[in-house]
């Protein structure tokens, strides 16, 4: 199996997560953000994102049945969708995995909607493969606007993190636009729903040390990939565009951001 892109800590290979999850190393932790089934087009066709609802439901299961093949014993799953979806994911998981957390990003910035609220949250599913994972820092993000009541001294940083994550914004365009955000030559996305490096630094910090390998099934940009990178993790990428596959390269290619 060739890969589209490789150096010392990363792979990248370009495809159907699928066909290709059989076929890797064991890793220490997921961080996949899947498809929500919203009508966008990905890898040229080969992906539908206009699916009805059993076979939207019938994909997420066919890549959630490879999970635990996947990860070594005590890995942890951080898996992300819609608030549509995520109630059916968690369903499909169960089967496989054991259930840890259910967080909330909640992000502002919202859309403006029609008939309904405007989101500003998403949902991340937490799950390790056996009773407990075998690596896991609760303390490594001073989240509680109350350190005297959750300080902790048996944490390593001191404050407790929870399950509602308000601290990271997500990435927005025009001139409000954050310096992470890709953009092409013309001035357009290069990613319409790029996740910030913060979001994926927090799973990986958390729930892997240095060298742990990390696993991102959907890739998009290789923002977990870049994460991972400038943690001290090794990290494998899989996406279906090649454009997308072309962008994290090159975003592979440079050097390590500070911490």
């Not at 993000?141 to 009541?149: A, E, G, K, R």
Request: glycine share 6%; with cysteine.
């Amino acid at each position: 199996m060739k890969a589209y892109y490789q150096d010392e800590t990363v792979t990248i290979y370009h495809g159907d997560c699928r066909e290709i999850l059989p076929h890797l190393p064991k890793v220490d932790l997921v961080l996949a953000d899947p498809p929500f089934n919203a009508g966008k087009v990905y890898g040229n066709g080969q992906h539908n994102d206009s699916m009805a609802k059993d076979d939207y439901l019938a994909w997420l299961a066919s890549f959630f049945v490879l999970l635990p093949i996947a990860m070594t014993e005590g890995a942890t799953a951080w898996v992300m969708n819609d608030t549509r979806w995520i109630g059916y994911c968690q369903t499909l998981l169960d089967q496989h995995l054991t259930f840890l957390n259910l967080i909330v990003w909640t992000y502002g910035n919202p859309t403006p909607a029609s008939q309904r609220f405007a989101k500003t949250w998403r949902p991340i599913l937490l799950y390790s493969k056996g009773e407990k994972p075998k690596h896991f820092e609760s303390g490594a993000y001073p989240l509680s606007p109350h350190p005297q009541i959750y300080w902790n001294p048996s944490n390593t940083i001191g404050k407790l993190c929870h399950d509602v994550w308000p601290d990271i914004p997500k990435l927005v365009g025009g001139f409000m636009a954050q310096p992470e955000v890709l953009r092409e030559k013309d001035g357009t996305f290069s990613h319409l729903a790029q996740m910030p490096v913060a979001l994926a630094k927090r799973p990986i910090s958390t729930a892997s040390v240095t060298g742990d390998l990390i696993l991102d099934p959907f890739m998009g940009s290789g923002t977990t990939l870049r994460a991972a990178k400038d943690l001290g993790r090794k990290a494998i990428g899989i996406e279906i565009e090649e454009k997308y596959c072309e962008i994290a390269a090159k975003r592979m290619s440079q050097s390590v951001m500070p911490l």
